[in-house]
């Protein structure tokens, strides 16, 4: 079953948390949320483990799909060996594989970016 995954800080942002809710409802889509944090601070090593078991692996294939490469989501602080996972949401295929991944940056892009990115991939 194909489902969002959602990287973040804590809980999460509160608005994503009910855009993937609404998702869930109207495409049955479910989702997780990937806390990259311990006692509600940042954990550096809770970061790279989810980079090194779900991004690198298929960073090739991801960057062949997306026309770009993972690195685009380095931030300042990943110190040029991994990218900044958090605020960023990814499909996961029924292998439990990354097919897609997008950074949050406003609500409305990111509605129509996923609608368009299951239709193409033909999730809906």
């Not at 949050?104 to 239709?119: A, P, R, S, V």
Request: positive net charge; hydrophobic residues 30%.
């Amino acid at each position: 079953m194909v489902k969002i995954r959602y990287y973040c800080l804590g809980g999460g942002k509160k608005e994503i948390k009910n855009l993937l809710e609404d998702i869930k409802k109207k495409y049955n889509f479910s989702y997780e949320i990937i806390d990259l944090s311990t006692n509600g601070q940042y954990d550096n090593l809770k970061e790279k483990e989810a980079y090194e078991k779900d991004f690198k692996p298929i960073a090739r294939i991801l960057k062949k799909k997306l026309g770009r490469p993972i690195t685009k989501l380095r931030s300042n602080k990943a110190r040029g060996y991994y990218i900044s996972l958090p605020g960023t949401l990814a499909i996961i295929d029924e292998n439990n594989k990354i097919r897609w991944y997008i950074t949050i940056d406003k609500k409305e892009e990111l509605i129509k970016e996923l609608q368009n990115k299951c239709k193409e991939l033909k999730l809906l």
